[in-house]
């Protein structure tokens, strides 16, 4: 039987076609198919293969609690093992999967995330001082600056403060490389090239930037792990942590183990972060009482000294508006599980080989979840709980983002530190439209601002 015979209708367009509407306008591409379709439709794309994509909040609580066997991301994800390298946890699944997962955990939660606090705080202040005054300048860079200093400092232990820098000449040419890495991977329609080309052809092909770019970083992290392996150099980072772990024959991580759990983390930690920071002051500073209940609450729970961790529980407005700016401008619009056999779920049949997607995008506009969608509420959060089928921009189930309450967390010590600190403006006509950039949604302009004042 042919597998696609059984899907849910979608686009009838060519492969190419609906590739090409849906590169630069995911948004409104898969809108337009759940107005056309309704909310189970097929999608084709060039080079990605065959997508149902699933709008039903029923249908993605099934698959967050799917069984893993049953369901692969890793599968999905295969395109990112050249960059990210074959034994991430990105590109794993089932046993191999848990067992990486379990590694990364500890040092992204609980006390020691909320150890992270003050850098997160430090490295803001530092940025700030550095802005820009009395002219506009796009934010998103800055904010890239502040999530890729902390996920160094939290995953390698370095960057934080100079003098405790063994070597940052090295730190620095790690930032920049990474800097170029992102700049190179903008390139339009370079996702699609990663998609198709095979991966050991991808790794040899020197003569693009991006992959260029990638072997340098590799280097560079291979030279700082081996020195760490060889050195027993202890530390609380997540790679104190995976050396500390042992397989189960008892042996430790080696060198390309720890590079690719290291590459994951530095790649999946910060862009996304610094995306989705952008969005939030980009629906804040769009709306002036938004702005003045966030500043006003602040200014009843952080004291001169900046925000601290215990204060984070008692801002429960800024909480709300993170909520729902993530929600309204979902950075990663839909999560993918490839079916391994035949599955029933939400009532329907799917063959083995095609790729199930719970669409964040679109439940997160479901007028019977949120009503009036399209506009910022951020009092919805306050009002009520929304599970974890309902609200998902970190995806979910198993492969629940490791990071997610690692990016809560430093987005709201970004903006309690933001808004205590400076008075941000929009300049007068600026606009941020929705484009895709690699996976992420980004804002075009990279959110233009300017600093009217400091507090
Ligand atoms: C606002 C920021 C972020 C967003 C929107 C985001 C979003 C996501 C999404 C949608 C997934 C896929 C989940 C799924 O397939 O169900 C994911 C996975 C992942 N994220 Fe994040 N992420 C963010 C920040 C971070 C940070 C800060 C880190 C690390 C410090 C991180 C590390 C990871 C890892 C390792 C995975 C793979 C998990 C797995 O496959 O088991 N992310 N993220």
């Given at each position: 039987m042919d597998p696609s015979a059984v899907l849910p209708p979608g686009p009838g367009e060519s492969v190419w076609t609906q590739l090409w509407r849906y590169v630069p306008r995911p948004g409104e591409f898969l809108e337009r198919c759940r107005r056309d379709h309704g909310d189970r439709f097929t999608v084709r794309l060039a080079g990605f293969g065959t997508f149902v994509m699933l709008a039903r909040p029923s249908a993605v609580l099934e698959v967050f609690r799917g069984d893993p066997t049953a369901l692969h991301s890793g599968e999905a994800n295969r395109f990112l093992a050249a960059i990210v390298g074959s034994r991430s946890v990105l590109v794993l699944d089932e046993a191999a999967h848990a067992d990486q997962r379990r590694a990364l955990v500890p040092a992204l939660h609980g006390e020691r995330m909320r150890a992270h606090v003050d850098s997160m705080r430090r490295a803001t202040e530092e940025s700030i001082a550095n802005w820009p005054r009395g002219a506009p300048f796009p934010l998103e860079p800055r904010l890239r600056e502040i999530t890729l200093r902390t996920i160094l400092e939290v995953v390698l232990g370095i960057g934080g403060r100079a003098a405790d820098d063994p070597a940052p000449a090295r730190t620095e040419r790690l930032r920049r490389d990474i800097g170029l890495l992102l700049a190179y991977s903008r390139v339009p329609f370079a996702i699609v090239l990663a998609q198709i080309t095979p991966h050991r052809l991808l790794k040899r092909l020197s003569f693009l930037p991006y992959y260029r770019e990638l072997r340098r970083i590799?280097?560079?992290?291979?030279?700082?792990?081996?020195?760490?392996?060889?050195?027993?150099?202890?530390?609380?980072?997540v790679v104190a942590d995976l050396l500390r772990a042992r397989r189960t024959d008892g042996t430790m991580a080696d060198v390309e183990?720890?590079?690719?759990?290291v590459m994951t983390l530095l790649l999946a930690g910060h862009d996304t972060t610094a995306v989705a920071l952008a969005w939030v002051f980009e629906q804040v500073l769009e709306r002036p009482a938004v702005h003045a209940a966030l500043r006003a609450e602040l200014g009843r729970v952080v004291g001169e000294e900046g925000v601290r961790a215990e204060q984070l529980p008692r801002l429960a407005y800024l909480d709300a508006v993170v909520h729902e700016a993530l929600r309204i401008r979902t950075v990663v619009p839909f999560v993918t599980r490839r079916v391994m056999r035949p599955l029933r779920v939400d009532g329907h049949d799917y063959p083995a080989g095609v790729h199930i997607c719970p669409c964040s995008h679109l439940v997160h506009r479901d007028p019977d979840l949120y009503p009036e969608p399209e506009s910022f509420r951020a009092e919805r959060f306050l009002e009520r709980r929304f599970g974890p089928h309902e609200w998902f921009p970190f995806g979910g189930g198993d492969r629940l983002c490791t990071g997610m309450a690692f990016a809560l967390t430093q987005m709201k010590v970004v903006i309690a530190t933001v808004l205590s600190r400076v008075d941000l403006r929009r300049p007068a006509g600026a606009r941020s439209r929705v484009v895709r950039r690699g996976v992420l949604m980004a804002p075009s302009d990279g959110v233009q601002v300017e600093v009217a004042g400091t507090s």
């Amino acid at each position: 039987m042919d597998p696609s015979a059984v899907l849910p209708p979608g686009p009838g367009e060519s492969v190419w076609t609906q590739l090409w509407r849906y590169v630069p306008r995911p948004g409104e591409f898969l809108e337009r198919c759940r107005r056309d379709h309704g909310d189970r439709f097929t999608v084709r794309l060039a080079g990605f293969g065959t997508f149902v994509m699933l709008a039903r909040p029923s249908a993605v609580l099934e698959v967050f609690r799917g069984d893993p066997t049953a369901l692969h991301s890793g599968e999905a994800n295969r395109f990112l093992a050249a960059i990210v390298g074959s034994r991430s946890v990105l590109v794993l699944d089932e046993a191999a999967h848990a067992d990486q997962r379990r590694a990364l955990v500890p040092a992204l939660h609980g006390e020691r995330m909320r150890a992270h606090v003050d850098s997160m705080r430090r490295a803001t202040e530092e940025s700030i001082a550095n802005w820009p005054r009395g002219a506009p300048f796009p934010l998103e860079p800055r904010l890239r600056e502040i999530t890729l200093r902390t996920i160094l400092e939290v995953v390698l232990g370095i960057g934080g403060r100079a003098a405790d820098d063994p070597a940052p000449a090295r730190t620095e040419r790690l930032r920049r490389d990474i800097g170029l890495l992102l700049a190179y991977s903008r390139v339009p329609f370079a996702i699609v090239l990663a998609q198709i080309t095979p991966h050991r052809l991808l790794k040899r092909l020197s003569f693009l930037p991006y992959y260029r770019e990638l072997r340098r970083i590799d280097a560079t992290l291979r030279e700082l792990l081996r020195e760490r392996r060889d050195h027993r150099v202890a530390g609380d980072d997540v790679v104190a942590d995976l050396l500390r772990a042992r397989r189960t024959d008892g042996t430790m991580a080696d060198v390309e183990e720890l590079r690719d759990a290291v590459m994951t983390l530095l790649l999946a930690g910060h862009d996304t972060t610094a995306v989705a920071l952008a969005w939030v002051f980009e629906q804040v500073l769009e709306r002036p009482a938004v702005h003045a209940a966030l500043r006003a609450e602040l200014g009843r729970v952080v004291g001169e000294e900046g925000v601290r961790a215990e204060q984070l529980p008692r801002l429960a407005y800024l909480d709300a508006v993170v909520h729902e700016a993530l929600r309204i401008r979902t950075v990663v619009p839909f999560v993918t599980r490839r079916v391994m056999r035949p599955l029933r779920v939400d009532g329907h049949d799917y063959p083995a080989g095609v790729h199930i997607c719970p669409c964040s995008h679109l439940v997160h506009r479901d007028p019977d979840l949120y009503p009036e969608p399209e506009s910022f509420r951020a009092e919805r959060f306050l009002e009520r709980r929304f599970g974890p089928h309902e609200w998902f921009p970190f995806g979910g189930g198993d492969r629940l983002c490791t990071g997610m309450a690692f990016a809560l967390t430093q987005m709201k010590v970004v903006i309690a530190t933001v808004l205590s600190r400076v008075d941000l403006r929009r300049p007068a006509g600026a606009r941020s439209r929705v484009v895709r950039r690699g996976v992420l949604m980004a804002p075009s302009d990279g959110v233009q601002v300017e600093v009217a004042g400091t507090s």
